[in-house]
């Protein structure tokens, strides 16, 4: 179906019948095939209106498009005229025809008063031909008379026909005077000078019988009538547009609202050129799998957002969105919550504990799943194992290029090779930087490539040695080309405390302009942010400085008092550090005022790089090395593609500082070609494939060595087995992973020879639906079995201990001191659980006073029981910052700790819904989550639930009186703005979007279930009779 033609939707009546039924005497010749017209017609009567009618439309407007070319009024009068033209013609002679009477002519002039107004016998009969069911009341009434009136005359004069005179039979004398009657209308009907046109009559006719008493009025009802009628034509002409194409609008395909909401929440008026492009390519208008690459900035993820609204709105389909960091995925759900609560979809956050599996199956809305890579891939499992992946039109893949990435990497391959192999209508798209074997990744996606090196800013890239600057150019010989020299007077102190000049290189572009200065550790961001305060003038105090004097404020308060001297001292200057020792209050707090320009510098480690879009001006690498690591191309080229702001700079600069023995290594940096991407399924001794082919068995999705090869063929690893499977062949390495599968107890292999059935263990099953890491699944088995032993509820330290995650423990090494301090604070009880796990106090006794130990312990167990004594610390205070003093560990640590615990134990949690003898801890798990998760005051948790909102905010919106989520989501953006500090205009309006989002996803799954409750059950029992003898 042509999608660009016109639906023209004509204005009927609600009760009007189709032409197609009504090909009736009404009907023009030339419509129901006749030529000739029926010339034993006769025209209708004179009949007086209804005196009591005040109703004075005309009833008749409605119904001349019946015939839709002519008056239906028009055509009866002409048909009149042609009858009685007919009937002249063809009366017969009185002087003829000796063998006849002239009872003929007497008859046809009977007495008016019996019919006046009726149709004769030729038209009665043509509209008896058809239903009358579906016509309007008054119709009906009309038709209704003129069917008895017909019989009337019929019954009357059954034998008064023209009949020759010797074969009449003898009447009596009321036939006689019957007769005389019947003469009298006929006679009165044929006189020209009382005969009324057949239109006036008719008119007359259904006026008279509109009037009739009727509980609503006429008009009302016949307007409604019309409405209702003109409302269900609509309905269905777009049903049958919208079944044949997914065509909205003028704007790629969707509405032109999208393109309002994209200037009104995103500020975007136009498309680059290459966007527009991209959204054209006829692999986009044909869904085949498309990977686009292009620089950082470079305007892709608009991209991917306007296919995502495309396939929401036009296709009706859910859509997954993949990010690879808990910060991205909040920060995306917070942008697009405005669009959802305009366009009717639902935006659902599966990030760290959030998130349903399977997700909740949605009747009226379509569902927006913004994801980790972890969450993503659990999120597809649930969806094959309920037989619901078709309803996932398009997944899109941000930072496609973490393909190789380690473990994660692996993650990202699993998913999008289940994906590959059992839908064939969901569509994939992929977001990469440069990579230098796209073809290998286009043949695992069967996708296509669109490549272009657009920046919307340009970017020059420069390399500092000495106090020479010199521009990076890959066509010079030495691939450097000499710029300038700094100009900047060092006193010997300052030359002593700044070798590298970095003081010279921020104060050309800083406070006017924003910088960011990359540096290879924590320690080494916080020495530079001190550093560079300490040689700034005092302007720089006074620029924005109510804006710091606020910040500063709400530091102290999300610390509960606390504050890190090193920002106390950087922030007044408009500097501060960002690295993983923050808390996740404070990181934010520093993302919003670098975002906003309170702060004019960030010193900063590489993960800024990869997470939230911090643009700059100027980007600053202190160093090529990343620790004791020399710089990737693909971390260099993220690093450097953070400068530039679109809308705000004209340019952006990097400026990789060298010292001369690093020259050699820099121009392989900055000059070789992009990096290769290759699978990490085999990362880790195999650990990817391992997890991949248990869960392809507790899938279904291979139950024999057959299927399992051929999904695996599938597989970026099986493109690139060439060069990553040397010394073994991939199917002789999935034999080897199905044989360690089935010794650790997770499948079954049952028959023999060609014969063979996969089958999954209860262990398995438990295991990839937990998520839980194969190296310590039959240790977590294990502990669990333990605990049931002796589970002790009193307080929550024994399910702390079960649910602290074992990867964290190789990272923490206990102070003997600090644990037998905080061990000797438990209750008589909590020390039973210590003793109870294999740490008893003895033990840390001998440890805090350095004595050796000669009894075999776990200290596996030791540092977990360490771990989970910090949890526990940190439950009963929610004090981040005093729990930390107290174990002697950085506030970053504790951080990641209590994230990782609170994600761990809903892995946790799903692990043991699959094993019967475990079903104890899905209630007591359940509780701990949600406590981990938020680890704060239970009257903030709601406040806290919406993306984005930490501790600090969620108790500023408290005290301001939004106490629930239900205040947050009817707050006004502009009050809320100017009661809490430090909240800008844009930061409200997605806060209470996201607020309206959470609420509508709540109330709206709870109505799934009130309607998955109330319906009808399709396996009812027939209502046949049943013996029960």
Known sequence: MDVNQNITIK???????????????????????????????????????????????????????ILEDSSLLAKLDSRETENAHSSSENKPDTHQGAGFTSLRSSRTTSANQLCEGVLTDSILDALEEESFTDLPASQLEFQEILKNTKNLIVNTAVDKTSTPLRDFPKRTE???????????????????????????????????????PFSVSRSVGQKEAVVSEEISVALQAMKTVSSQTTDLGPFFGLPTKVKELLHKLKGIKILYDWQETCLNLDCVQRRKNLIFSLPTSGGKTLVAEILILKELLCRKKDCLFILPYVSLVQEKVRGLASFGLELNFMVEEYAGSKGKF???????????????????????????????????????????????DGARGAIIEMTLAKLLYMSKTTHIIGMSATLGNIKDIQTFLNAENYTNDFRPIQLKEYVKLKDTIFEVDPKEEECFKLSRSLNYKYSSGMQKMDPDHIIALVTEVIPTHSCLVFCPTKKNCENVASMICKYLKEDFLRHREAEKSTLLRELRDSGNGNMCPVLRRTVPFGIAYHHSGLTTAERKL??????????????????????????ARRVILRSPFIATEFLKISQYKQMVGRAGRAGIDTAGESILILQEKEKKMAKSLVCAPVENCYSNLMHDDGKGILSL?????????????????????????????TQLCVKKSLWDSALE???????????TVEGAAQDVTLKVTRLGKATYKGSVDLTYSGLLYSDLSKGLEGLLLNSYLHLLYLVTPYDLISQCKPEWMVYLRQFTMLSAS?????????????????KAAGQTVKKNI???????????????SLLKETNLWSVAEKFHLSRGFIQTLLSSASAFCSCVLHFTEELEEFWPYKALLSELTRRLTYCVQSEFIPLMEVAGVMESRAKQLYNAGYKTLAHLANADPSVLSKTIDNLYKKQANQIVAAAKMLLNEKASALQEEVDDLLMMPLDLPSNTTVDLT
């Open 11 to 65: 204005r009927v009546s609600s009760g009007k019948r189709s032409r197609e039924r009504l090909k009736t005497l009404l009907t023009p010749a030339k419509k129901r095939g006749s030529s000739q017209y029926d010339t034993n017609n006769t025209p209708m009567a004179d009949i007086q209106p209804a005196e009591y009618c005040s109703d004075h439309e005309d009833l008749f407007g409605a119904y001349d498009s």
């Open 174 to 212: 009321s036939d006689i005077t019957q007769d005389a009657a019947v003469n009298e209308v006929y006679r009165h009907a044929l006189k020209p000078n009382v005969r009324k046109s057949m239109s006036d009559r008719l008119k007359r006719t259904m006026l008279s019988n509109a009037a009739a």
């Open 358 to 404: 399977p997700p909740v199956r949605r009747r009226t809305y379509k569902s927006l799943f913004i994801a980790t890579i972890e969450k993503a891939h659990s999120l597809v499992n649930s969806l094959i194992e309920t037989n619901r992946l078709d309803n996932l039109g398009l997944v899109v893949v941000d930072e496609l290029h973490m393909l190789g």
């Open 590 to 615: 520093v993302e919003e005022a670098y975002s906003s320009g309170v702060l004019c510098l960030l010193t900063c480690t590489s993960t800024l790089a990869a997470g939230v879009n911090l643009p």
């Open 693 to 721: 082919i248990l869960s392809l068995i507790g899938l279904n999705i291979t139950t024999s060595f057959v299927q399992l090869k051929d999904f695996l063929s599938g597989t970026l690893l099986s493109v690139q087995e």
């Open 737 to 747: 992973c199905v044989e360690v599968l089935k010794e650790k107890g997770l499948v």
């Open 830 to 846: 909590e020390q039973n659980i210590s003793a109870a796990v294999g740490v008893p106090e003895s033990f840390v006794a001998r």
């Open 858 to 872: 776990d200290m596996l167990a030791v540092t977990r029981m360490y771990l989970a004594m910090v949890l526990f």
